[in-house]
């Protein structure tokens, strides 16, 4: 009989929490930019592979006019390797400029609430595989003056 009990009550819980809806990166109820996803193409290459990254802006935030991250230390591109991408494979219109160790993006027009876009960087080169690759990313938003911390994609040594 306990079992029995023990067994539903575990049922239950794990139950509702399934059923309970909750916040999270794909979710477009909160009000931070953030990264959805981070990839590699192809996934096993040690250098020359293509990186993509997936912003979100969520329904709450506030459009985009800048965005910029750090080429990790132990990777190569330029600038004119950097391309934003809708969700649907389409070229944004964007000026992409290198200022060091720092990615700069303005985008033609800002980018609005409820969008998801990639940046896509073509033929990176590894230079070490030591440690893995961090880009840390933050944006400048519409009248906000400062820049926002979007988040950091992580791409993995192999």
């Known amino acids: 009989m306990?079992?029995?009990?023990?067994?539903t009550f575990l049922g239950l819980i794990l139950g509702s929490s399934w059923l309970s809806p909750s916040v999270g990166a794909k979710d477009d109820r909160g009000k931070n930019i953030h990264i959805d996803r981070s990839h590699q193409f192809p996934e096993?290459?040690?250098?020359?592979a293509?990186?993509?990254?997936?912003?979100?802006?969520?329904?709450?935030?506030?459009?985009i006019e800048v965005l910029r991250f750090s080429i990790p230390e132990?990777?190569?591109?330029?600038?004119?390797?950097?391309?934003?991408?809708?969700?649907?494979?389409?070229?944004?219109?964007?000026?992409?400029?290198?200022?060091?160790?720092?990615?700069?993006i303005e985008f033609a027009r800002s980018i609005g609430k409820n969008t998801q876009f990639d940046i896509h960087i073509k033929h990176v080169?590894?230079?070490?595989?030591?440690?893995p690759a961090v880009y840390a990313i933050s944006a400048q938003l519409v009248n906000g003056g400062q820049d926002e911390f979007v988040g950091e994609a992580y791409f993995r040594s192999y």
């Open 125 to 131: 080169i590894k230079v070490s595989v030591s440690r």
């Open 74 to 104: 132990n990777l190569r591109f330029a600038a004119s390797q950097v391309e934003i991408l809708t969700v649907d494979g389409q070229k944004i219109p964007a000026s992409v400029t290198d200022t060091g160790r720092m990615i700069q």
């Open 44 to 48: 096993t290459r040690w250098a020359n």
């Open 2 to 7: 306990k079992k029995l009990f023990l067994l």
């Open 50 to 63: 293509d990186h993509f990254i997936r912003v979100h802006v969520p329904h709450k935030a506030k459009a």
